[in-house]
């Protein structure tokens, strides 16, 4: 059985640097086709892709941050972390990662809970 | 990179059948496949077709997609509507990065 649970901060000041952890059982970053992405929704609009990483390392952001992002990913203890620097009230919402499905180029097949993160002065 | 968008907005009453469109703005519909996310309130989306027109287990019949070369857009199409159908859909699809649309807003009446 496939779950993942985000972790990190709900309250972040303007300027600083977010680190979310998403952490998963039932699948292993190491194995081929494997991908673990992050996506962001903001109170009442829609969803935002921001991150994904594969098994063989390769790293793919949103065009819009990519200056602003990191993923990397900790096979040892079956986690992905996501940092956003120089964060904004603008980056509030809740985070959420999920599993790419490995059958599939880019279905999310599970999804964590999120984690509701505002940013605030 | 292309957008992906969908009307704000849909209803219909239970019973009936509803579409959901997703337009691509640049390249071809065809070229990368297209899911459909389900989203409740206060619940994470879940997948309710994938790769153009493939249903997961666990998600009725009632439930099909497809696209259309012809307006380079995909539809999420719904029969039967039931009360329990109603929520945000969300298209997505991959081109080297993952991209979203916009969402709709789907009211059963």
């Known amino acids: 059985q496939i779950t993942l649970k985000e972790s990190g901060p709900t309250l972040v000041k303007p300027t600083q640097t977010l680190t979310l952890t998403c952490t998963f059982s039932?699948?292993?970053?190491?194995?081929?086709?494997?991908?673990v992405g992050w996506i962001r929704q903001p109170p009442g609009k829609a969803l935002e892709w921001l991150a994904l990483?594969?098994?063989?390392?390769?790293?793919r952001y949103s065009p819009s941050l990519r200056n602003r992002l990191t993923i990397t990913k900790d096979i040892s203890k079956n986690q992905v972390v996501l940092s956003v620097t120089n964060v904004d009230p603008v980056d509030s919402g809740r985070y959420f990662c999920?599993?790419?499905?490995?059958?599939?180029?880019?279905?999310?097949?599970?999804w964590g809970q999120g984690t509701l993160v505002t940013v605030s002065s | 990179n292309f957008v992906l968008t969908q009307p704000h907005s849909v209803s219909a009453s239970p019973g009936k059948t509803v579409t959901i469109s997703c337009a691509r703005s640049s390249g071809s519909i065809a070229n990368n496949f297209v899911q459909w996310y389900q989203q409740r309130p206060d619940s994470s989306p879940t997948t309710v077709i994938y790769e153009d027109d493939r249903r997961p287990s666990g998600v009725p019949e009632r439930f099909s997609g497809s696209i259309d070369s012809s307006s380079n857009s995909a539809s999420l199409t719904i029969s039967g509507l039931k009360t329990e159908d109603e929520a945000d859909y969300y298209c997505q699809s991959y081109d080297s990065i993952v991209v979203f649309g916009g969402g709709t807003k789907l009211t059963v009446l």
């Open positions: 039932g699948f292993s970053l190491a194995s081929s086709g494997v991908g």
């Open positions: 999920a599993h790419k499905d490995v059958t599939s180029v880019s279905n999310f097949d599970y």
């Open positions: 990483i594969y098994w063989d390392d390769d790293v």
